[in-house]
């Protein structure tokens, strides 16, 4: 499984959210080109940028800092979502080096979105979904549909994405552990890879979604807890390693 540092943008700096609202921050660096090269120093084999910004002005703000990041690692896949709501954004992205490219609210509200773009882009979209109690919430998280998690994972699994981010909205940033079960219970609906995010805390969060990855969870996205150091990545991903091979 592989461990996937999270790099949220906000205003051009690196923060963290609790529970998506976006005046509960905490700012852990004004310089996020500078935070990336210490997860890569770290191990990390994937980064994931968040444009907080964009994600509620519908449009890309942080793109500066993410073209920064991808010219600097060139080889490094990096994953971005945030504010993507038409495929000229998403081709922008692909230029400026990024691998894969998040959909959210769009792609909730606009489904016929995701399947295009899965046409013109194959390989390179990723959906994600944000729940809460099961149903997905939009609008960076102020809105919750009457949509289920599942239904829409296997909507967009037949239209072409490569993967789900799935997020339980109500441990993102909270440090109190991942909900292991509601991921594990949307990894055996589905065939494609399913990404974990929000709430984990420490190295048996770690532990437990790695005994659970065979059912199809291919990765997890850490923020708060690598940043507060309750979890230290290099550690983490060693043992997300070890573990792949038993």
């Known amino acids: ?111 016929e979105f995701v399947s295009r773009a899965c046409r013109n882009f194959p390989g390179q979209i990723i959906v994600g979904l944000d729940a809460k109690d099961g149903m997905v919430a939009i609008d960076g998280w102020a809105t919750v549909t009457d949509h289920l998690v599942m239904d829409l994972a296997r909507q967009f699994e037949q239209d072409g994405v490569s993967a789900i981010v799935y997020t339980d909205i109500g441990r993102d940033g909270m440090l109190n552990g991942p909900n292991v079960d509601a991921t594990k219970a949307l990894a055996v609906t589905i065939n494609i890879p399913i990404i974990a995010s929000g709430g984990i805390t420490n190295i048996d969060d770690i532990r437990e979604l790695c005994e659970a990855a065979p059912v199809g969870i291919s990765g997890a996205i850490t923020g708060r807890a690598i940043y507060e150091g309750t979890l230290d990545f290099a550690k983490a991903q060693r043992l997300a390693d070890a573990m792949s091979t038993q």
């Open 1 to 111: 499984m592989l461990l996937i540092p999270a790099i949220d943008l906000k205003d051009g700096q690196c923060v963290r959210l609790r529970q998506g609202r976006m005046e509960d921050d905490t700012v852990f660096s004004d310089d996020p080109v500078e935070m990336a090269g210490r997860w890569v120093d770290a191990g990390a084999r994937r980064l994931h940028l968040v444009d907080l910004n964009g994600a509620f002005a519908g449009e890309p703000v942080n793109g500066d800092v993410v073209s920064a990041i991808t010219k600097i690692h060139p080889d490094l896949p990096v994953q971005v979502g945030g504010g993507i709501r038409d495929e000229a954004t998403i081709e922008a992205y692909l230029d400026a080096g990024v691998n894969y490219v998040i959909l959210g609210t769009q792609a909730v509200k606009e489904p």
